[in-house]
Nanobody
Framework: QVQLVESGGGLVQAGGSLRLSCAAS????????IGWFREAPGKEREFVAV????????YYADSVKGRFTISNSNAENTGYLQMNTLKPEDTAVYYC????????????????WGQGTQVTVSS
């Protein structure tokens, strides 16, 4: 069993930056894939970024490519999402999720979810 807790959300002006953290407990990140998803009001939860346990493979949604960076620290059992040049359309609740094995991009493939952290970008 894995428990995930996100932190680092908040209110920021357009063009600003935030760094989200995803602290895991219960089991180590070894061989786990960590994904970040977001859900805006009235919209479905969507894929943002994903990283494998070694950090050698990362993938991003086109909407955040070049602005967001996903990383992890197996020593700290923590995943990160660095978000730069934030836009109002990035406003959403951001969730981290974990799954064992290979990289996937769909929400249904992830077994463990955090409670979410609100990110609000003002124009």
């Amino acid at each position: 069993q894995v428990q995930l807790v996100e932190s680092g959300g908040g209110l920021v002006q357009a063009g600003g930056s935030l760094r989200l953290s995803c602290a895991a407990s219960g089991r180590t990140f070894r061989r786990y894939v960590i994904g970040w998803f977001r859900e805006a009001p009235g919209k479905e939860r969507e894929f943002v970024a994903v990283i494998n346990w070694s950090g050698s493979d990362t993938y991003y949604a086109d909407s955040v490519k070049g602005r967001f960076t996903i990383s992890n620290s197996n020593a700290e059992n923590t995943g990160y999402l660095q978000m730069n040049t934030l836009k109002p359309e990035d406003t959403a609740v951001y969730y981290c999720a974990a799954k064992y094995g290979s990289i996937r991009f769909d929400t249904s493939s992830f077994d463990y979810w955090g409670q979410g952290t609100q990110v609000t970008v003002s124009s």
